[in-house]
């Protein structure tokens, strides 16, 4: 998808633009806000500029006339001007470089400068050598955290967020499907799985004419280059930065390789085992008896019923019990996005978000929530434009006179307090119970051992003025690492005091996750999935909190949000007369 693309020769002009002699703050700030809003897009802009020309792309919240010109003349010349002057000045990786906590682009530039640091291969040199720590403006700290934020990139290396990953996956195949040469197609592998990170893509196609799929595939817009092609499978490397597998299989084998192909390998074994004991085999191909006879192959469905099992969502195919559940016909009804009647963490620009309430109600309704719960930032959180009281006071007004007069979505106030250090939070109480609800999460000091991280969070859940734990372990994918803290004296805390967990679906932070999820299964807990949004489209994302749900086998009656309005106004005791 350009969408990425586009958004990292962006990111790349701020930070170049940042170390330019003069003020370009109100550029930087404008090519950031174009970048974000373009990787949190689901469509591709390639198609909104295709179908709407420069004046569909200017509709782009944080994209105007100059931003366009620049998309347009990438998405015609696959280059960019501007980029390509700067980046002569400025030779050095940043989108990598800049990925390591410690190092934003003012100090990529002073390695490069001092160091000859161009990306993180020659970081890794440095910092072998100890050189950093000398530099001015770095120091000892400094270098350690900075070696600490290498090897966590290293170790993360090559999977995407499920984030990035998907859109990509799903425009591949919007482009295939527009050549006409495609019968049925699907997304296979970890990202139908709905994995928190991706390692390579698979994509599962049917066609009468799999030699003339396979010559199309290198010509499609998000490929960066052929790894590899054979008659039915071709590998490529994808200008996004992943590898992708595309497969042509017969349509009457489309169920069965969908099956295989979607794995995981263990869930596969274990079903292959299934079929072994009935005198079956089962490949890609389809099912086959003794006499080699075709059992099933062309739905997925058919391949499980045919075997005895009962399908489940590919969330569930982790080999986690699932296939023992299926052969006795006790798969669990998960949770589905359809469920989710609304949510409960947004953010507007009262404090770091880019839309007003209003139009984050408004978009809102337009996806089908009946409400959504603004939780905007508490004081200690600064750098996210955090509110005091007295601001509070006024949001929460705004927030009333709001909801009197839209129809058809309701606005719940609340907010994301601040867990401050000692397990305080960062609201007085009667602020908090103005509120209808609210959401408490940590944000700072995130360095605390196991046991003081602990009591900290379960001193805010005991406060009795918790009604949500946002994004409980604070993890950011390939970028920090989660706090250090007791889930299980968490998840104990959490049902004694009747504190929901959060299931933030924003790709970055997925958190909870599947794995602590499902553990958190064994207390009776219950759970919020939100999207923690930041822009009125990231309302959107609600799917990928969904998938981890789904992938920590819950079911709807756990979920919070989903719960209708007046069952919710019950649930948080809320006073309303509406
Ligand atoms: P990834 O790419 O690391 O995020 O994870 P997957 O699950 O997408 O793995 P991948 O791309 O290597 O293979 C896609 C699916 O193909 C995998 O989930 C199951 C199936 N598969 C691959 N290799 C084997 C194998 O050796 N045996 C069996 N039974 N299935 C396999
Ligand atoms: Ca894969
Ligand atoms: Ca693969
Ligand atoms: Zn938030």
Redesign the pocket.
């Known amino acids: 998808m350009l969408n990425s693309e586009i958004a990292k020769m962006f990111e790349e002009i701020a930070d170049m633009l940042e170390l330019e002699d003069g003020d370009y703050r109100f550029e930087v700030r404008a090519y950031r806000k174009a970048a974000l809003s373009l990787n949190t897009m689901q469509e591709d802009v390639g198609y909104i500029y295709k179908k709407g020309g420069a004046e569909a792309l200017m509709e782009i919240s944080g994209i105007g006339k100059g931003l366009a010109g620049k998309i347009i003349e990438y998405i015609n010349t696959g280059k960019m001007a501007k980029h390509e002057q700067l980046k002569k000045k400025y030779p050095i990786d940043f989108e990598n470089l800049t990925r390591i906590p410690g190092i934003g682009a003012k100090k990529a530039f002073k390695l490069y400068k001092y160091l000859k640091v161009k990306d993180v291969r020659d970081l890794k040199e440095v910092l072998a050598k100890h050189k950093i720590r000398d530099l001015e403006g770095f120091g000892e700290k400094s270098e350690e955290e900075i070696s600490k934020g290498t090897a966590l990139l290293e170790s993360s290396k090559g ?1 995407m967020p499920i984030g990035n990953a998907l859109p990509e996956a799903e425009s591949i195949i919007k482009e295939l499907e527009a050549s006409g040469l495609i019968k049925r197609s699907s997304i ?4 139908r ?1 709905m ?1 928190d ?6 994509i599962l196609v049917t066609s009468d004419q799999p030699g003339k799929v396979m010559k199309l595939i290198p010509k499609l817009s998000q490929i960066k280059s052929v790894a590899l092609m054979g008659p039915t499978k071709t590998t490529v490397r994808l200008k996004a930065g992943i590898s992708c ?1 595309v497969r042509v299989v017969r349509d009457e084998s489309f169920g069965a390789a969908l099956q ?6 263990d869930h ?2 274990k079903v ?1 085992q299934v079929a072994i004991k009935k005198g079956y085999k089962l490949n890609e191909y389809g099912l086959f008896d003794k006499k080699g006879r075709n059992l099933a192959g062309s739905e997925e469905k058919s391949v499980y019923d045919k075997l005895g099992m009962e399908i489940m969502d590919p969330e569930m195919r982790e080999n986690r019990g699932e296939v023992e559940l299926s052969i006795k016909h006790k798969i669990p009804r998960l949770v589905q996005l359809s469920d989710i009647k609304g949510d409960l963490h947004v953010h507007t620009n009262h404090s770091d978000g880019s839309n007003t309430i209003l139009e984050m109600a408004e978009y809102a309704r337009k996806l089908g929530l009946e409400y959504i719960g603004i939780t905007d930032h508490t004081k200690s959180e600064y750098v996210a434009h955090g509110m005091d009281d007295a601001k509070f006071a006024k949001h929460l007004a705004e927030i009333d006179k709001l909801n009197s007069s839209i129809e058809g979505v309701t606005i719940l106030k609340s907010a994301e307090i601040d867990i401050l250090k000692d397990g305080s939070l960062d609201l007085s109480r009667k602020t908090m119970e103005a509120l209808d609800y609210r959401l408490a999460s940590v944000h700072t000091n995130l360095n605390m051992n196991m046991h003081d991280m602990t009591n900290r969070i379960i001193k805010a859940m005991e406060s009795g003025y918790v009604d949500i734990l946002a994004h409980p372990t604070d993890r950011i994918i390939n970028t920090r690492n989660p706090i250090q803290l007791d889930l299980d004296k968490m998840f104990d805390a959490a049902d004694k005091n009747g504190v929901a967990l959060e299931i933030d679906g924003y790709p970055d932070r997925l958190d909870l996750n599947d794995e602590n999820i499902f553990k958190a299964r064994n207390y009776n807990v219950q759970f919020a999935i939100d999207t923690d949004s930041h822009r009125d489209t990231h309302l959107e994302l609600m799917r990928y909190g969904v998938s981890m749900a789904k992938r920590g086998w819950l079911q709807k009656k756990s979920i919070i949000n989903s719960l209708g309005i007046k069952d919710l106004i019950k649930r948080f005791k809320i006073n309303k007369t509406q």
Do not use: C
């Not at 296979?188 to 990202?191: H, T, V």
């Not at 295989?260 to 390998?265: C, D, E, I, L, R």
């Open positions: 999977r296979a592998g970890s990202a799985r994995r990170t991706v390692g390579d893509l698979d597998d295989y192909f979607t794995g995981n390998k596969n074994i292959r």
